[in-house]
Structures are given as structure tokens and as C-alpha cells.
């Protein structure tokens, strides 16, 4: 089984910066792209930002030149360093993963999708 581990919200005051962590765990699996979504009150869920494997990324058209997302492939870890944060940047933050789970010797593979817990992000004005 896979899980993933998120730290690093809390409150911040505006202009303000936070940088989330994510770290998956467990055993036979592999992670391909990793992201962080967000879902503020009375909101649908939304992508914050993504990274591939190879290191290629996407951003949200709100979060450009504020946010911005790396990896350590080793550690399957994500990291979401947010600066210049707004008011409207508070929500629950989660962290997504998916790639594959495999067979105690690696005969078999399935797709995998995870998602963290959620952390809590908030942005005082």
C-alpha cells in the first residue's frame, strides 16, 4: 500500500511565504507525475501544479511566477514553495501521485493513483 504525507501548511500572513512538502511511501511501487491541487470553501477541487518524472512542470495560470514545485526522485518527495502568497490562495492543499504498484517480483504491474490527506493552507490579509 501507498500513502502520501503532506506537511508544511499553516497561517501566513499575506505576501507571506510556505513551502509543502510531500513525501510517498510503502513497498513494489513506482510514482511517474506527482502534484499539488487545492480546494478552497465552496470551491471544486483545482491543479496547483504538477512535475513529471523527468522533471517537466505545469502551473496554474494563477500561481505562475509565485509557486513553484520540485522533486526528489529518491526520496519520492514533492515540494510546493509558495511565495508572494494572497488571501485567495487559501484552501486545502493536497498532494497527488500516480505510476504503478508491482507483484512481490515485478511480473505484474497496476496503475496507481494516491492522494494525501490534506493540509491547510491560510492566508491572512
Known amino acids: 500500500q501507498v500513502q502520501l504525507v503532506e506537511s508544511g501548511g499553516g497561517l501566513v500572513q499575506s505576501g507571506g511565504s510556505l513551502r509543502l512538502s510531500c513525501a510517498a511511501s510503502?513497498?513494489?511501487?513506482?510514482?511517474?507525475?506527482m502534484g499539488w491541487y487545492r480546494q478552497a470553501p465552496g470551491k471544486q477541487r483545482e491543479l496547483v501544479a504538477a512535475?513529471?518524472?523527468?522533471?517537466?512542470?505545469n502551473y496554474a495560470d494563477s500561481v505562475k511566477g509565485r509557486f513553484t514545485i520540485s522533486r526528489d526522485n529518491a526520496k519520492n518527495t514533492v515540494y510546493l514553495q509558495m511565495n508572494s502568497l494572497k488571501p485567495e490562495d487559501t484552501a486545502v492543499y493536497y498532494c497527488?501521485?500516480?505510476?504503478?504498484?508491482?507483484?512481490?517480483?515485478?511480473?505484474?504491474?497496476?496503475?496507481?493513483?494516491?492522494w494525501g490527506q490534506g493540509t491547510l493552507v491560510t492566508v491572512s490579509s
Open positions: 497527488n501521485a500516480d505510476g504503478y504498484v508491482y507483484s512481490s517480483n515485478y511480473a505484474l504491474r497496476s496503475d496507481l493513483e494516491v
Open positions: 510503502g513497498t513494489l511501487f513506482s510514482i511517474n507525475t
Open positions: 512535475i513529471t518524472l523527468g522533471g517537466n512542470t
